[in-house]
């Protein structure tokens, strides 16, 4: 049992570390919470731009059952090569992402919004919205230091591990998005937002 301990610490660790900052942009999103944009969206965005950088971090898993374990250690490089593009793409004058502004109304983005809107969208209805969407891209462009944590990471543990740590980093994930839904409705925080 001292495994499944270990293996906790490890998901608290990494997951505290990586989707923290998700909260940021998630209380921005619920501060644009209107009639048609409602909270069902910036969930579900969260939760699909997540999971696809799990899917892409599971890869990791893979390549760890194909690479010696030895040269594991050496993806750590990534977190630093990444950053390293990063600061060169900056330098350069293409640090500016392509990924929607929090600034920019999301009313202003195109979706379907014709007729009356429900109060309480269908999962359907929000997976058509083009807004939920816009949510997982960012998510997913916020997801850098995801990957290149979660990528080692995977790549050196078993699966019963990664079948420990999945569900810890989804508890971050609710986590954060209940408290940003909970910062937004403080009187003045969504103005400020």
């Known amino acids: 049992m001292e495994w499944l301990w270990t293996t906790l610490q490890i998901a608290f660790g990494a997951g505290l570390a990586t989707t923290f900052d998700d909260t940021i942009y998630l209380t921005g999103f619920f501060s644009e919470v209107d009639r048609s944009f409602r909270p069902r969206h910036v969930v579900v965005g969260e939760v699909l731009g997540f999971s696809a950088l799990l899917g892409v971090s599971l890869l990791g898993f893979a390549l760890g059952l194909a690479v010696p374990q030895q040269t594991i250690g050496l993806l750590g490089v990534l977190p630093i090569l990444s950053g390293l593009a ?47 969407y816009a949510v997982s891209l960012v998510t997913v462009s916020n997801g850098s230091n995801n990957l290149t944590i979660y990528i080692p990471l995977f790549a050196s543990l078993t699966l019963g591990k990664i079948a420990v740590l999945v569900p810890v980093f989804y508890g971050f994930i609710a986590l954060w998005l209940l408290l940003s839904f909970h910062l937004t409705r403080f009187p003045g925080i969504s103005v400020v937002l």
């Open 86 to 132: 990063s600061l060169i793409a900056l330098l350069r004058g293409r640090g500016g992402g392509g990924t929607p502004s929090l600034n920019t109304p999301l009313r202003q983005l195109p979706g379907s919004s014709r007729g009356f809107v429900s109060r309480r969208p269908s999962l359907l209805s929000v997976l058509r919205d083009r807004r939920t």
